[in-house]
């Protein structure tokens, strides 16, 4: 009886032995590196950039998602180290870029170009430089994209450093060791083809990522992929929302786009806007907003982004048409166009003109409504007017289309012009 009465005074000793040590041990997650937030970066919404995403991807869940990270509260300068050392860059080329037919439409991201870019403007691992995080961040995906034709293969990286900000590097020429051994035990990759400004691509993507790199932790290489340049997107969902004349075309990160420049520390962030560059030889934009826009459409008019009547939405660019100023010289406007009028006449490429505020020659794009008057331009093909030349007519039908004519004439003349062979587009 007296062994009996021990062994159940032992296991009731034992029984709260186990209690008090439950009772103070903390039970939490496991940290991944610098405590990362649980779910950090998974399901990371991709930012859309011409041929480096196939038709339909990236679509957004976006308040989950931005909710997985830490608020960025009202803090401005993230960035405390450039992506490249100042040395290793020249100029840069500001939000609203227009290289048809990959990029009809202003491009939503800045590029910053090797110092030592030939005149051709091609990579080459001469120029190869490493290219570091300009910040304590998480890298949400990865993406590779391999251009088919030119046999050539490059990176992107998507990136965020708290919840309402997230961006993206483009053109990465090779990873660090440490993220391509991420992507390597990736289980999430997606993969597909498709042609756009006269090339084929594949693309892959590895998303779901959580991998937290600090400021300065170098990432990889620039300048020795498919550019010589590395592009860089910001979106900032605590701005004023973008306005679009046609809002249901656009993505939601499009409504936040915002200049990647202004969310380095001053000095770096001075030092980028100084070298902004226009269209004058060594010159520099000096126009506001020096970092440029892609907030082109004025509702109502001529100006801004333009769709072919069968456009599918979130398709590539190529077939689309914009009516915006240079992003280099904003005194100066262009016709972008993509392959829609390849059939009649018109070939894929930029026009540029000095617009006026009066007449029926060369008038400003925002002046231009629906008023039955057809428009004359007389554009060149180079932004100084000394290029192939070309006589285009316009007209707005009604305020939400749009159709634009290639003349065989040489020059205006008095008018009035007729349309007879034109491209039509709609908002």
Not at 66 to 91: A, H, R, W
Not at 319 to 347: C, H, T, W
Request: proline letters at 5%; charged letters at 25%; glycine letters at 8%.
């Amino acid at each position: 009886m007296r062994n009996k009465f021990s062994w159940l005074i032992f296991i009731v000793v034992i029984l709260v032995i186990i209690l008090l040590i439950n009772a103070t041990r903390k039970i939490g997650p496991a940290k991944i590196g610098p405590t990362i937030p649980d779910g950090a970066g998974q399901n990371s919404p991709r930012i859309k950039d011409g041929p480096e995403i196939p038709d339909g991807a990236g679509q957004i869940e976006s308040e989950k998602q931005k909710s997985d990270f830490p608020s960025c509260g009202n803090k401005m300068d993230f960035f405390t180290v450039s992506p490249i050392k100042s040395e290793d860059y020249g100029d840069l080329i500001a939000l609203g870029s227009l290289n048809p037919t990959g990029h009809v439409f202003p491009t939503d991201h800045i590029y910053l170009f090797s110092r030592n870019t030939p005149d051709n403007g091609r990579p080459s691992e001469a120029l190869t430089k490493p290219f570091y995080s300009p910040g304590d961040m998480w890298i949400t995906e990865i993406s590779t994209n391999e251009n088919i034709s030119a046999k050539i293969t490059d990176y992107s990286i998507s990136y965020q450093p708290c919840a309402e900000f997230r961006g993206k590097f483009g053109h990465v020429g090779r990873l660090s060791s440490k993220l391509k051994s991420e992507i390597e035990k990736s289980e999430n990759k997606k993969c597909d083809e498709y042609a756009t400004g006269g090339s084929r691509f594949r693309a892959c993507r590895y998303d779901q990522l959580k991998i937290f790199v600090k400021a300065g932790e170098e990432l990889g290489t620039v300048f020795n992929g498919q550019s010589a340049a590395l592009d860089i997107w910001a979106t900032d969902f605590r701005i004023e929302k973008l306005k679009f004349a046609n809002p249901d075309r656009w993505r939601e990160e499009s409504f936040y786009n915002a200049c990647p420049a202004n969310y380095f520390t001053d000095s770096i962030k001075n030092e980028m806007l100084g070298r902004f560059s226009s269209r004058e030889r060594n010159g520099k934009r000096t126009i506001e907003p020096v970092c440029g826009t892609i907030e082109v459409d004025i509702k109502g008019t001529a100006k801004g982004h333009w769709f072919p009547g069968d456009y599918v939405k979130y398709a590539h660019e190529d077939k689309n048409m914009a009516l915006v100023n240079d992003n280099k010289n904003p005194q100066v406007q262009a016709f972008s166009m993509g392959i829609s009028g390849e059939n009649k006449g018109y070939r894929s490429g930029v026009n540029f003109f000095v617009p006026k505020n009066s007449g029926n020659v060369n008038r400003d794009f925002a002046e231009v409504k629906s008023d039955g008057n057809v428009y004359c331009y007389e554009t060149s093909d180079a932004w100084d007017g000394r290029g192939q030349k070309a006589v285009l007519y316009l007209n707005m039908p009604n305020g939400e289309t749009i159709r634009v004519e290639k003349s065989n004439r040489s020059a205006c003349g008095q008018g009035p012009w007729s349309m007879e062979n034109y491209i039509e587009f709609v908002r």
